[in-house]
């Protein structure tokens, strides 16, 4: 079975300062992987997504993650945060032999300071 | 676009009721699901479709039905609702190819009481 652990409930950044959001993630096949943002009152967004290819995937608002296999890892990275990159985070995949199913991780919430 | 479209936003059942959550997506996406978030649990999913006329169980399916008699609608139906069902659900589509990102709607709060 394919799951997902997000191993921090909460970030907190200064606004300008790097940010980190943690995922691992577990597949038995090839691992498609996923991160999403919740903005209060508010369904999931899609920000980025690892298929193949290149492990440091760019994507929506800056954001960027990396893929590392022996790590099992696709860690969500941004080089300099802003105030209203405050969300909630989720990472999800999907085993391609598991046909359409996603799995979520619990969420991060992240905060960005001024 | 419209996209995802669920209703109603926000409901409060008493204990034993039942109600339709709506969900209609406009663009032409054959994979539907139904999550249900709650704090700190991240999402689950309840049920999802793969084509008008199909559907099939997620990790949570208890005390939940659903139908999809055409590509746009998915409506997920509560019976009997209880305390536990108490949560925000979510609809979502996607195209169906692996790779491909899911598009949510906003999101319908229900309290059961």
């Known amino acids: 079975a394919q799951s997902v652990a997000q191993p921090e409930d909460q970030v907190n950044v200064a606004e300008g300062n790097p940010l980190t959001v943690k995922c691992t993630y577990s597949?038995?096949?090839?691992?498609?992987l996923f991160w999403y943002v919740q903005y209060p009152n508010r369904g999931l967004q899609f920000l980025l997504k690892?298929?193949?290819?290149?492990?440091l995937v760019k994507g929506s608002y800056g954001f960027e993650a990396e893929f590392n296999k022996s790590q099992t890892s696709f860690h969500l990275k941004k080089p300099s945060a802003l105030v209203s990159d405050s969300a909630l985070y989720f990472c999800?995949?999907?085993?391609?032999?598991?046909?359409?199913?996603?799995?979520f991780g619990g969420g991060t919430r992240l905060m960005v300071k001024p | 676009n419209a996209g995802v479209t669920q209703t109603p936003k926000f409901r409060i059942l008493k204990i034993g009721q039942s109600m339709t959550l709506q969900c209609t997506q406009d663009?032409?996406?054959?994979?539907m699901y139904w999550y249900r978030q709650d704090p700190g649990m991240g999402l689950k999913l309840i049920y999802y479709?793969?084509?008008?006329?199909?559907?099939d169980k997620g990790e949570v399916p208890n005390g939940y039905n659903v139908s999809r008699s055409t590509t746009e609608d998915f409506p997920l139906r509560l019976e009997l609702a209880a305390p536990s069902q108490t949560s925000v659900y979510f609809c979502?589509?996607?195209?169906?190819?692996?790779?491909?990102?899911?598009?949510f709607g906003e999101g319908s709060r229900l309290t059961v009481l």
């Open positions: 663009m032409n996406h054959n994979y």
């Open positions: 479709s793969v084509g008008a006329g199909i559907t």
């Open positions: 597949v038995s096949g090839n691992p498609y």
């Open positions: 979502a589509s996607t195209t169906g190819v692996d790779t491909g990102e899911l598009f």
């Open positions: 690892y298929i193949t290819g290149d492990n």
């Open positions: 999800a995949v999907r085993d391609y032999n598991a046909g359409n199913m996603l799995t």
